[in-house]
């Protein structure tokens, strides 16, 4: 199924009920006073992350979603059912963001997450609400609020903790098809990806990680040259990125070091951000090549980019320092399982560093709340 990663739709969340005006009338019951229940309230609508839903397609096709009303206050001091909210399903990793204010609703990362995104209006008060000791017989209800309404821009960010990063036809679906069980379509020509796609790296029974390969950048992509732009905001959920060159490339008159500075370009302009991401040089396409010619071409390459890297975050810093080289053939799968190794290792560790600063941080909460707690002298807690 073809990826579809965007979409706008509307949400209308259903009117309350109205309020009832009614008077109990029964034999032998004289001025019996107020009945009139309440309205039901409006119907919400909802958003829930679901990883059974893989793409936003059924958003492309029905553009609006409408909740029902309340209904009406009854007499018999009898309320109005409440409608039933909607729950639309969509996948984890959907960016939802107000169409009128920007403002982000939502942002579903994990499954079973539920956001409102529309609140059904409240029911109206029936006439038995407004009886007092000087308005025995009140005439007045209130109608039902109105649902609110919304439009709605939907954005699919792919959840990976690794990204490929190059131009087209620089073997990132090679590598991934090499490492993993995806299995893109790969072809000798330009923008042969055309969606995003998924892989699960499995490195042994208890370690994994996902890494994602988006269409190949080009010149001007931050302003909408190519496909790639399209897909870079898929790579801001990313812990790492892979930055995949094609050494050995067809044309004679392709400088590799003048596409990569290129990409750095459109990475700094499109998101500062994302610039400053971890970035691992990968140097692609090494069986083409023999080991002299190879060494001489990385040695001119690294020497025209000037290793134009941004260092790692004093957080990420350990026993292994980033950014770094390396040098493969996804075809051949020379050089991949050192690759694949290396990044298990850094996402393992980084993990690690951001699990004992979180503990840390909890710790510190608890113990501030522990001083802010009335004690007695002998320094136990005291409630209040």
Known sequence: MKFIDEAKIEVAAGKGGNGATSFRREKFVPRGGPDGGDGGKGGSVWAEADENTNTLVEYRFVKRYQAKNGEKGHGSDRYGAGADDIVLKMPVGTLIRDLDTDEIVADLTYHGQRVCLAKGG???????????????????????????????????????????????????????????????????????????????????ENHSFVMADIPGLIEGAAEGAGLGHRFL????????????????????????????LAIINELRKYDEELYGKPRWLVLNKLDMLDEEEAQARTAAFLEAIGWDYPKPDDRFQFDMETP???????????GTQELV?????????????????AEAEQATAKAEIAEQQPKTDTGVFKPE
Do not use: C, W
């Open 122 to 204: 409240k029911g109206g008060l029936g006439n038995i609400h407004f009886k007092s000791s000087v308005n025995r017989a009140p005439k007045q209800s209130t109608p039902g609020e109105e649902g609110e309404t919304r439009s709605l821009q939907l954005e699919l960010k792919v959840l990976a903790d690794v990204g490929l990063l190059g131009m087209p036809n620089a073997g990132k679906s090679t590598l991934i098809t090499a490492v993993s069980a995806a299995r893109p379509k790969i072809a000798n020509y330009p923008f042969t990806t055309l969606h995003p796609n998924l892989g699960v790296v499995r490195i042994d």
């Open 233 to 260: 905001k898929h790579l801001s959920r990313t812990g790492l990125l892979l930055h995949v060159v094609d050494l050995a490339p067809f044309d004679e008159a392709v400088n590799p070091a003048e596409e990569a």
């Open 324 to 334: 770094r080289l390396f040098q493969i053939s996804a075809l051949t799968h020379q």
């Open 341 to 357: 190794h290396q990044i298990n290792q850094y996402l393992t560790e980084k993990k690690r560093i951001e699990a004992e600063k």
